[in-house]
């Protein structure tokens, strides 16, 4: 895997964002809202095309974040769920494109994504060269400093 950086990151945290409005909340009501995967789920084929892409795209960002095992199975419980909904209006009319409609698979994801994303205390160095060298300690006490910080991870891995 290629080194990563704070900034790539931040990136990924960024256009998870942009992708979590696209999706689920391009026009506002209130506290209510709807995107594409919303008014695409109307069309057969399409949203499925897009809900599924959108998915794994999702998923790709949390595998380059380096996303923690509990957040990648959250992700893929949201997700799963949107898909599943998405791909059985194919099948039955209606039904499941109302709870597509309504079910924000993306946006509890990204969510889940930018969560954990915040949640961690990111290190632009080996792990490996980091407990050799001592600064793994200075890491791991920076972490525990902030009370936000679950975890560490190490970008040049």
């Not at 009319?93 to 509890?108: A, K, N, Q, S, Y």
């Not at 954990?116 to 525990?144: C, F, L, P, Y």
Request: glycine fraction near 10%; charge should be neutral; proline fraction near 4%.
């Amino acid at each position: 895997m290629a080194k990563r950086s704070i900034g790539d990151i931040e990136k990924i945290w960024s256009n998870v964002e942009g992708v979590k409005k696209l999706s689920d909340r391009a026009v506002g009501f209130g506290p209510f809202g709807v995107g594409l995967d919303g008014l695409l789920t109307w069309i057969p084929v399409v949203g499925t095309v897009y809900s599924v892409g959108t998915s794994g795209w999702l998923l790709l960002q949390a595998t380059r974040a380096k996303a923690s095992p509990g957040a990648l199975l959250r992700m893929a419980a949201y997700l799963g769920a949107d898909s599943t909904a998405t791909a059985v209006g194919e099948v039955i009319p209606f039904g499941p494109d109302v709870i597509d409609f309504f079910f924000r698979g993306h946006l509890l994801a990204a969510n889940a994504l930018q969560k954990d994303i915040e949640t961690t205390h990111w290190v632009e160095a080996n792990e490996r060269e980091a407990k050799a060298s001592g600064d793994h300690d200075r890491h791991v006490a920076a972490m525990r400093a902030d009370p936000k910080k679950r975890r560490i991870v190490y970008l040049h891995d």
